[in-house]
């Protein structure tokens, strides 16, 4: 029997809804899908449950806006009460805009926030993973400003994301863990000339987690941690900062990419990338990472069902 996931729309006035549109019939293939939106979005032979009581009836394109932000907002919490209900089995997330949740009062950066505090999952990790390579990419820190992202890195939040990979790269790839930390500063310091992160908080963080058993080396530095010759060591990568993981994933895979959250109670993926507001509109929107998304959703779920 085919997972159900459940596809939240997002922010209506980004692509959500043509990727969706482009994407049904794929998805079909993989689960059980029901959006979480609202239906004058979409073409009406599509499944629509609409949670939210936002009049969205003069959203316009390509703009942010409190009442698109406050939707997307409502949806997202749906869905992951039904997952945590056990009516669902995973959820799959079009993308929101940032802005738009600010607009409705809300103080979450993205997605990730709102999964941790409605799921009370202390420990978690946004990854990007692309299955054709194998390898995922877990984030020490995330949706900060570069300076307090620097600033927040411990030994123990890099210890975490280790682990969180460590857990969750053999359901994703089928193997043992092979994990590779990035460093921080360049060149990884350089013996100290450009900082002491890599010295006071990524070394010990690997050493501990190696007496641990783990099979995980670094710090190595950002700019070569991606290179063939050294990511073809490791199905697993943490990076320090937000873009040293993303730039790199984004450039290797493109639309192969899929955003995964672990350390959740429940399934959760997403499209890697924005509500691209240049392009809504245009008919030009790419359905391939949904579909990707998608995929690894349901691959997801079906192993959390033998276990």
């Not at 085919?2 to 969706?20: F, Q, S």
């Not at 019939?25 to 599509?46: Q, S």
């Not at 710090?219 to 990076?239: K, Q, W």
Request: hydrophobic share 45%; proline share 5%; net charge neutral.
């Amino acid at each position: 029997m085919k997972p159900r996931l459940l596809i939240t729309l997002g922010d209506v006035a980004g692509i959500g809804p043509e990727v969706v549109a482009k994407a049904w019939t794929a998805l079909h293939e993989w689960c059980e899908p029901i959006v979480i939106g609202d239906k004058r979005f979409l073409p009406k032979t599509i499944q629509v449950h609409n949670s939210s009581t936002v009049n969205l009836a003069n959203i316009p394109p390509g703009v942010a806006t409190a009442e698109a932000g406050q939707a997307a907002y409502d949806w997202l919490c749906y869905a992951i009460d039904e997952c945590l209900a056990g009516r669902a089995d995973g959820v799959v997330t079009c993308p929101i805009h940032k802005v738009g949740f600010q607009l409705a009062g809300l103080h979450f950066p993205g997605h990730t926030e709102v999964l941790a505090e409605r799921t009370g999952a202390r420990v978690h990790a946004m990854l990007l993973y692309d299955d054709a390579l194998p390898l995922a990419v877990a984030h020490v820190t995330l949706h900060q400003e570069l300076a307090q992202a620097v600033a927040s890195l411990t030994t123990a939040g890099v210890m975490e994301k280790i682990q969180l990979l460590t857990d969750i790269v053999p359901i994703l790839c089928g193997q043992a863990a092979r994990i590779g930390v990035g460093a921080l500063n360049p060149h990884g310091s350089d013996s100290g000339r450009f900082g002491d992160a890599e010295a006071r908080i990524i070394a010990p963080a690997v050493a501990a987690m190696q007496q641990r058993g783990v099979t995980v080396e670094g710090p190595i530095p950002a700019d070569a941690i991606f290179l063939p010759s050294t990511r073809s060591r490791f199905n697993g990568i943490v990076s320090m900062i937000h873009d040293h993981g993303h730039i790199a994933m984004k450039l290797l895979g493109g639309r192969r990419a899929v955003n995964v959250t672990a350390g959740l109670p429940n399934i959760r993926t997403s499209v890697a990338h924005g509500t691209a507001y240049d392009i809504v509109g245009q008919g030009i929107a790419d359905e391939s990472s949904l579909i990707a998304a998608t995929r690894v959703a349901a691959q997801l779920a079906a192993q959390r069902k033998k276990s």
